[in-house]
């Protein structure tokens, strides 16, 4: 696909709507696989690839023009698929690396950062995912590309980035050979979040340590 094409905001809306279904489909699949635990060493790198080209057709929506549905209330795609197994499934494969501190708006002064796990956020925007392709697969292209593109200015698109950057981090950390003294981060169980540091008791992981299970040589 050209940079003229992949850029155009002018598309025929079919068309458009048919690349940002395959590559919304392309995540759900490739990111289920990843859930099953088949190949854990991979998990970390393989789901930074995931998000990278998720974040591309989240781009690409948050490029073009503002999408109107074609019903004044949207149709009842049905029930929601249940996403409690992967999101245990991706918190057994991340752990200890699981729980991160984000930022949740840069822009907003003094703001302290707050826990997030990972596996909550996979599991987050999988649900949103979803939500848009049940309308797709049942004809309603517009009222998806509506969807996608809303969600992602209000929850997954955020969502996306923050896993992004932390998952990009502790490839880092393994890659340059930069141990990760302690994971002092926040325990996303509890409430008060104030000023006091609240430990999340994670250990002394070290880089080897992270390495050896994702199946990643550490830099010499």
Do not use: C
């Not at 992967?86 to 707050?114: G, I, M, T």
């Amino acid at each position: 696909m050209s940079d003229a094409t992949l850029h155009a905001t002018t598309q025929n809306p079919d068309d458009f709507a048919v690349q940002i279904a395959d590559q919304v489909e392309s995540f759900l699949v490739a990111v289920t696989e990843v859930a099953r635990g088949d190949e854990p060493g991979s998990a970390v790198p393989f789901l930074l690839l995931e998000v990278s080209q998720l974040l591309l057709a989240g781009g690409r929506l948050g490029a073009h023009e503002d999408f109107v549905p074609d019903e004044r209330y949207e149709p009842d795609p049905g029930p929601e698929p249940d996403v409690d197994g992967l999101r245990e499934n991706f918190a057994r494969l991340l752990d200890p690396v699981d729980v991160y501190s984000e930022v949740f708006d840069p822009y907003e002064p003094r703001k302290a950062p707050v826990p997030a796990r990972i596996s909550d956020d996979l599991a987050d925007i999988i649900t949103d995912l979803r939500h848009g392709m049940a309308h797709y697969r049942a004809g309603r292209a517009t009222e998806a590309l509506w969807w996608w593109q809303f969600s992602y200015f209000s929850n997954w698109g955020a969502t996306a980035s923050a896993v992004l950057r932390a998952l990009q981090s502790v490839l880092i950390h393994v890659r340059l050979n930069q141990p990760l003294e302690e994971l002092d981060g926040l325990d996303t169980d509890q409430a008060d979040i104030g000023d006091e540091t609240l430990e999340f008791e994670a250990g002394r992981v070290m880089a080897e340590e992270i390495g050896a299970p994702l199946g990643i040589r550490p830099a010499k």
